[in-house]
Each structure stands twice: as C-alpha cells, then as structure tokens.
Nanobody, 122 residues
C-alpha cells in the first residue's frame, strides 16, 4: 500500500517562496512518476508539475513555468516542489500523487496525499 504525506505548506506574502515535500511509503516510488496538483476553493483540481521516475521528463503548467521547480530524491522516496515568486492566485491545497507511468493527466494518478495548504497574501 502506498501512502503519500505532504508537508511544507503555509502562509507567505506575494513574492515569497515555499518548498513542499512529499514522502512516499512502499517500494514503487523509484519506478513511478510523481506529480503535484492543486485545488483552489470552488475550482477543479489542476495539474501543476510532473516528473518521471528518473527525472528525464518534467512538465509544468503554463501558470507556474519559470517560478516552480519539481525534483525528486529516489534514495529518500521524496518529491519536492520549490515555489518562488508566489502570487495570490497560487493559493490552494497542494497534493502530490503517484502514477505507474509518466502522465500529466489527473485521472491517471493512482495514489494521492492528503494535501497541504498554501496561502499567498497580497
């Protein structure tokens, strides 16, 4: 059974930075794609970033390109999301997710964390 636990969320002023972490249990992390998604109040959960098992493939939503960086440490079963130059519109609950193959499609992710709140004040 895979469990994903996010951390690192919080309240930050516009222009600030945060780093989210997601630790995965189980033996499948090293061969799995990992993604970050976010959900703002009243909106659908949307794709933010994804990284393949060996980090050869990485994708970002247009809204975060140049500001967010996804990375992973397979030795620590951890995926990160470094967020810089944060904007109020980045306010959301951020979720990490695990998929058996590389994808940016929300529906193709098999496991999800409980989410961590990121709030950006103007």
């Amino acid at each position: 059974q895979v469990q994903l636990v996010e951390s690192g969320g919080g309240l930050v002023q516009a222009g600030g930075s945060l780093r989210l972490s997601c630790v995965a249990s189980g033996r499948t992390f090293r061969t799995s794609a990992m993604g970050w998604f976010r959900q703002a109040p009243g909106k659908d959960r949307e794709f933010v970033a994804a990284v393949s098992w060996g980090s050869a493939k990485i994708d970002y939503a247009d809204s975060v390109k140049g500001r967010f960086t996804i990375s992973r440490d397979n030795a620590k079963n951890t995926v990160y999301l470094q967020m810089s130059n944060l904007k109020p519109e980045d306010t959301a609950v951020y979720y990490c997710a695990q998929a058996s193959k590389y994808t940016i499609s929300r529906d193709e992710y098999d496991y999800w964390g409980q989410g961590t709140q990121v709030t950006v004040s103007s």
